[in-house]
């Protein structure tokens, strides 16, 4: 039987510009039975994960047509990354376009767990590929598949740390980077006390006078924020002592420099200690 996808297949547009996907890495790979992650190499063929052009019109109408002729197919055994990507990539813009969230998580779930790791690796490589408002409404499909507990904390970190190695290059063609990483965090509910994980080797740059741990982490502190409201975001703060300065520059950690630049992100309301640092 086909996949509820398949009418989707064909031409992409990029909005890099046709930029090379030259970021197109190894995605990690995590067993469905233990949640300890073991990354190993995965063959990968490049090509755009930028989203297909497909109007909204038809749509729904054609994914559930397909969906009802395919039947409810899980992919039993791993399939390559290729079609792990266009499956992904489609089924994104499908949740673009559309809003259905129950369409989304069957689908997600029909890829089969031996195909998660990979899937979530390459919702974040799409997710990157796109304009940002189509990357914020994305970013929210994956927030979907969280709730719903198909997407876990584990497999987020996994694929997240994983795909942190690459920010750096991107950022020529995708400004935003930083920012979408950090939105997928928080859409991924990753824990306060577990942003450092899901940051990677990033972490390791923190003496960068502006190291990419700190957009990233403001970026997760303002959807956090905006989904869970200031006020709960606040209280997690406290209650997990999030220590903000370990995103920012080894050279700039003094209680003076973290007010300043927690006040020129406007996040100073979520952190009551350096708000009364005079």
């Given at each position: 039987?086909?996949?509820?996808?398949s009418?989707?297949?064909?031409?992409?547009?990029?909005?890099?510009?046709?930029?090379?996907?030259?970021?197109?890495?190894?995605?990690?790979?995590i067993?469905p039975?233990?949640?300890?992650?073991?990354?190993?190499?995965?063959?990968?063929?490049?090509?755009?994960?930028?989203?297909?052009a497909?109007g909204?019109?038809?749509?729904f109408?054609?994914?559930?047509?397909a969906?009802?002729?395919?039947?409810?197919?899980?992919y039993?055994?791993?399939?390559s990354?290729?079609?792990v990507r266009?499956?992904?990539?489609?089924?994104?813009?499908?949740?673009v376009e559309?809003?259905?969230?129950?369409t989304?998580?069957?689908?997600?779930?029909?890829?089969?767990?031996t195909n998660?790791?990979?899937?979530?690796?390459?919702?974040?490589?799409?997710?990157?590929?796109?304009?940002?408002?189509?990357?914020?409404q994305?970013?929210?499909g994956?927030a979907?598949?969280?709730?719903?507990n198909?997407?876990?904390e584990?497999?987020?970190?996994?694929?997240?740390?994983?795909?942190?190695?690459q920010l750096e290059?991107?950022l020529?063609?995708?400004?935003?980077?930083?920012?979408?990483?950090?939105?997928?965090?928080?859409?991924?509910?990753?824990?306060?006390?577990r942003?450092?994980e899901?940051?990677?080797?990033?972490?390791?740059?923190?003496?960068m006078?502006?190291?990419?741990?700190?957009?990233?982490?403001?970026?997760?502190?303002?959807h956090?924020?905006?989904?869970?409201?200031?006020e709960?975001?606040?209280?997690?703060?406290?209650?997990?002592?999030?220590?903000?300065?370990?995103?920012?520059?080894?050279d700039?950690?003094?209680?003076?420099?973290?007010?300043?630049?927690?006040?020129?992100?406007?996040?100073?309301?979520?952190?009551?200690?350096?708000?009364?640092?005079?």
């Amino acid at each position: 039987m086909g996949n509820p996808f398949s009418a989707f297949a064909g031409g992409s547009r990029g909005w890099r510009a046709g930029k090379p996907d030259e970021h197109k890495n190894t995605p990690p790979h995590i067993s469905p039975v233990n949640t300890k992650f073991t990354l190993h190499s995965r063959s990968s063929n490049s090509g755009s994960s930028s989203p297909d052009a497909i109007g909204s019109q038809n749509m729904f109408a054609t994914l559930m047509d397909a969906d009802e002729s395919a039947g409810h197919k899980t992919y039993a055994e791993e399939m390559s990354t290729e079609e792990v990507r266009s499956l992904v990539k489609n089924m994104l813009t499908a949740y673009v376009e559309t809003q259905n969230e129950a369409t989304l998580v069957d689908s997600f779930e029909q890829l089969g767990e031996t195909n998660y790791s990979t899937a979530v690796y390459q919702a974040v490589d799409n997710i990157m590929d796109r304009r940002p408002d189509q990357a914020e409404q994305a970013t929210n499909g994956m927030a979907v598949l969280a709730k719903h507990n198909v997407v876990s904390e584990d497999l987020a970190i996994a694929a997240l740390a994983e795909y942190s190695s690459q920010l750096e290059d991107l950022l020529l063609d995708v400004p935003h980077a930083f920012q979408y990483f950090g939105m997928l965090m928080a859409a991924t509910r990753v824990q306060m006390s577990r942003v450092s994980e899901a940051m990677g080797e990033l972490m390791t740059k923190v003496d960068m006078l502006k190291p990419p741990t700190m957009s990233i982490v403001f970026a997760y502190l303002k959807h956090m924020a905006k989904t869970n409201g200031e006020e709960s975001t606040r209280i997690n703060i406290e209650e997990t002592e999030f220590d903000v300065s370990q995103f920012l520059c080894l050279d700039h950690r003094s209680e003076t420099d973290i007010k300043r630049v927690l006040g020129l992100q406007d996040l100073l309301s979520l952190f009551p200690k350096y708000a009364q640092v005079d």
